[in-house]
């Protein structure tokens, strides 16, 4: 299944799922997610509704340097454990939309990340159960504000910044994702990341236990599972596409003012 929330025309939030007409959802690498939304006995083309972020989180857990070829594209060392840290709800975007970033920045980088939606309440979860806490997974675009992270070692203006973390379209349940997913993002319709969740340095299960044993995770919380090489910066009129097979098609544009 892949689920979807979206606000229908009367203003309505509503949860439903992304179909064609054999009730199984596809999501194209171009176009995005086509088809119907359908919710009870009503169902609706994407254009006719707004698409929210797919899940409410309290918060986004972040891994850095989950790929050994980013980190080595940033000049840094592979962590010897996770690397955390948090993007609080004021960066959840959503799909297709216009996103509006900091001004006077030189340099705010898209990050494409298989995202992790947890599916109840959970703390000190072990490796074995951790597929028992996850109701599916999105696109994450980490949308990272180099100037001010290269300054300060929280990182709280580099990363949490409004709008700095679009997420959807949709939540697709795990069957649909492979082990070894592929992961892109496209930017204005050149390819700039092309990888494969198989090459994470941390596992899922490892990530889920490792963060569970410090903080309970809520449902709707998101795990950010990393970034792979070929991080690079916007312009203002960007157009992102962050593709993950199974998932879909996370497409948003960018204002810089």
């Not at 229908?8 to 179909?19: E, F, L, P």
């Not at 990363?159 to 082990?179: M, Q, R, S």
């Not at 899922?204 to 490792?210: M, V």
Request: overall charge negative; aromatic content about 6%; charged content about 25%.
């Amino acid at each position: 299944m892949k689920r979807v929330r979206f606000r229908d025309s009367a203003g309505n939030v509503r949860g439903g799922r992304w179909t064609v007409e054999d009730g199984e959802p596809v999501v194209t690498a171009a176009a995005g997610p086509y088809g119907r939304i359908a919710f009870g006995d009503e169902s609706y083309a994407p254009e006719e509704v707004d698409v929210l972020p797919p899940c409410e989180p309290t918060k986004i857990v972040c891994v850095g340097r989950n790929y050994a070829e980013h980190a080595d594209e940033m000049d840094n060392d592979v962590p010897d454990r996770p690397l955390l840290f948090l993007k609080p709800p004021n960066t959840v975007a959503s799909h297709d939309k216009t996103v509006t970033l900091l001004a006077n920045k030189d340099r705010i980088d898209y990050e494409a990340e298989l995202g992790v939606v947890i599916g109840e309440q959970c703390k000190n979860v072990s490796q074995r159960n951790a597929e028992d806490v996850i109701a599916g997974y999105t696109c994450v675009n980490d949308l990272s504000n180099r100037d001010d992270q290269n300054r300060e070692q929280n990182w709280v203006r580099g990363k949490a910044f409004d709008n700095a973390c679009p997420i959807g379209p949709l939540v697709a349940t795990p069957e649909h994702v492979p082990d070894d997913a592929t992961i892109e993002t496209r930017v204005n319709g050149e390819t700039k990341q092309s990888s494969s969740i198989e090459h994470l340095i941390f596992s899922i299960p490892e990530l889920i236990e490792e963060i569970t044993a410090y903080m309970t995770l809520e449902p709707g919380d998101v795990i950010a599972t990393g970034t792979p090489e070929g991080v690079g910066p916007l312009a203002d009129g960007d157009s992102v596409e962050i593709e993950i097979e199974g998932v879909g098609t996370l497409k948003h544009s960018v204002r810089i003012p």
